[in-house]
């Protein structure tokens, strides 16, 4: 029988009503309690190394996560991480770049009810997270609503719905249906094998600040943001990528904040399909001041896929070449 670690962070799927609100209360051996059915799939560990609201979650948390996850691969077939919906999609973008090849399925769930209503999501998104953990994939996935998606490209859609996630920019990897998972994509990772080490890169730099861009938006706003020790700047623009050049030009200030060795990447407002700046006069100028585009990467995984690569080096050249790689299936798609 397979082994799987269960790393409790708090959520949702953990909470109970106090005083002040809904907060988790609940521990990850409460949660398998839930699910008897899970006992039948594999041998469980647990483990809580947080319990919090996951709007609380911060880069330094998806570090934890990293280094426990690293830990326990030797260990364990699979890790399901049950956590917090606000900021799900963010922690499995930032762990498929920090945890690479991991040979094994590394799974994050949670729910939009706490573990406790029987009407809820939670227990049948727990099981799926763990029918996910015993199956042959390898890499960082998310699963909800009975949706198993690639980390790099989930994201929450829906505040309130069950269906909170989607895949964007990819497929969707699989589904589980009559508890068993079907496998639907070949956009997937390699399980651990003779040729497949799997590695740590756990360091960030969270001094990253994405904006929006709107009409009206002064240059000089952006020329604040250089004050406050910031290392990247993320201009979420209208469609395919570009910026104003004529009233309120921005170009001066992007060319200024690169030369001053400070990062900004243009990528958009509209959640689904890539930017593309080589098409309108707006965005081909702005490519001329050196800022980077950003493809088919969600939002989200463009924030944390900044965040790590500003952690690899200080060098801008360096900064840009990694953000056109690709690292965890990011750039892949459609």
Not at 100 to 108: A, D, H, R, T
Not at 177 to 204: F, H, M, V, W
Not at 270 to 295: C, H, N, Q, S, W
Request: hydrophobic share 40%.
């Amino acid at each position: 029988m397979k082994k799987v670690l269960l790393l409790a962070t708090g959520g949702t799927i953990a909470a109970a009503e106090t005083d002040e609100g809904m907060n988790p209360q609940l521990t990850p051996e409460d949660l398998i309690a839930f699910v008897p059915e899970v006992a039948e799939l594999c041998q469980i560990d647990c483990k809580t190394i947080l319990n919090v609201d996951s709007t609380n979650v911060q880069p330094e948390d998806w570090q934890l996560m990293a280094r426990e996850c690293y830990a326990a691969l030797p260990d364990y077939d699979g890790i399901v991480i049950s956590h917090g919906t606000d900021t799900l999609s963010y922690s499995a973008s930032a762990l498929s770049f920090m945890l690479q090849n991991p040979g094994k399925p590394i799974v994050l769930t949670g729910s939009q009810k706490s573990i406790s209503d029987p009407e809820g999501d939670a227990r049948k998104n727990l099981l799926d997270a763990f029918i996910t953990a015993v199956s042959d994939l390898a890499g960082v996935y998310a699963v909800f609503y009975g949706k198993v998606m690639l980390g790099s490209h989930t994201v929450k859609i829906r505040t309130e719905s069950f269906d909170a996630f989607e895949s964007v920019n990819a497929p969707l990897v699989g589904r589980i249906e009559n508890k068993k998972l079907l496998l639907l994509s070949d956009l997937k990772y390699d399980r651990q094998n003779e040729g497949i080490t799997p590695k740590l890169a756990a360091e960030l730099d969270p001094r990253v600040i994405a904006i929006r861009l709107t009409p009206g938006f002064e240059p000089e706003w952006l020329r604040h943001l250089a004050k406050l020790d910031i290392r990247g700047i993320i201009i979420g623009t209208y469609c395919l990528g570009g910026l104003p050049f004529k009233s309120r030009d921005l170009l001066p200030v992007v060319r200024d904040l690169l030369d001053q060795g400070i990062a900004v990447v243009m990528g958009t407002q509209v959640p689904f399909e890539k930017t593309d700046p080589t098409i309108y006069e707006v965005g081909i100028r702005a490519l001329k001041t050196g800022v980077i585009p950003t493809g088919l990467m969600t939002g989200v995984a463009v924030v944390t896929k900044l965040m790590w690569a500003l952690g690899q080096t200080n060098d801008l050249t360096e900064i840009r070449e990694i953000m056109a790689q690709d690292i965890a299936l990011e750039t892949k798609g459609e």
